[in-house]
T-cell receptor, first 110, second 114 residues
Framework: DAKTTQPTSMDCAEGRAANLPCNHS???????VYWYRQIHSQGPQYIIH???NNETNEMASLIITEDRKSSTLILPHATLRDTAVYYC???????????FGTGTSLTVIP | KAGVTQTPRYLIKTRGQQVTLSCSPISGHRSVSWYQQTPGQGLQFLFE???????NKGNFPGRFSGRQFSNSRSEMNVSTLELGDSALYLC?????????????FGSGTRLTVV
């Protein structure tokens, strides 16, 4: 079962930052937070992951709270091509698989 | 470098038949996982292979099976197809099985059972 809770949908104006929240209050100390996105009918695309510290790459930033019970994915300048379903995943240390949950459907509005 | 390649992209089968899907991971990747995606159930884990060994299996019936070859390529097989097996089947590869490694997904095989 997914260990995360995300809003079902969000809108963001093109060019603005998109901040996607995720709650994972039962996360264990050595479990990673991963973010993937899926554009309709394509395979999920890896965005970023982290354990404790904030992370940044060319696509996004990941902010993890100090207690690790929640995180926020930040797309700094959203474009129309960022419209997708975004999945926040806690990768458990049992089984190694990803539990995707239902994700957040982000719509970037012109 | 080339991504994860899944073949075929689309497939139509009849109830009761069996089907084999293929996945070629990124060169050098030794871990391959399979997922099923349906509108009702979302993305669900099928199984994971590493070095030709199944490391983990999801909650699917025995009709779903897979294997991995020495070159890390993987196949999954579904026998006695049911209408409910219609789905997008996704393969993902990773260099290894560590939790600090992300998986790269292929574009999937869309299976329709009629």
């Amino acid at each position: 079962d997914a260990k995360t809770t995300q809003p079902t949908s969000m809108d963001c104006a093109e060019g603005r930052a998109a901040n996607l929240p995720c709650n994972h209050s039962t996360i264990s100390g050595n479990e990673y937070v991963y973010w993937y996105r899926q554009i309709h009918s394509q395979g999920p695309q890896y965005i970023i992951h982290g354990l404790k510290n904030n992370e940044t790459n060319e696509m996004a930033s990941l902010i993890i709270t100090e207690d690790r019970k929640s995180s926020t994915l930040i797309l700094p300048h959203a474009t129309l091509r960022d419209t997708a379903v975004y999945y926040c995943i806690v990768r458990t240390n049992t089984g190694n698989q990803f539990y995707f949950g239902t994700g957040t459907s982000l719509t970037v509005i012109p | 470098k080339a991504g994860v390649t899944q073949t075929p992209r689309y497939l139509i089968k009849t109830r009761g038949q069996q089907v084999t899907l293929s996945c070629s991971p990124i060169s050098g990747h030794r871990s391959v996982s399979w997922y099923q995606q349906t509108p009702g159930q979302g993305l669900q884990f099928l199984f994971e292979y590493f070095s030709e060994t199944q490391r983990n299996k999801g909650n699917f019936p025995g009709r779903f099976s897979g294997r991995q070859f020495s070159n890390s390529r993987s196949e999954m097989n579904v026998s006695t197809l049911e209408l409910g097996d219609s789905a997008l089947y996704l393969c993902a590869s990773s260099p290894t099985t560590g939790m600090n490694y992300g998986y790269t997904f292929g574009s999937g095989t869309r299976l329709t059972v009629v």
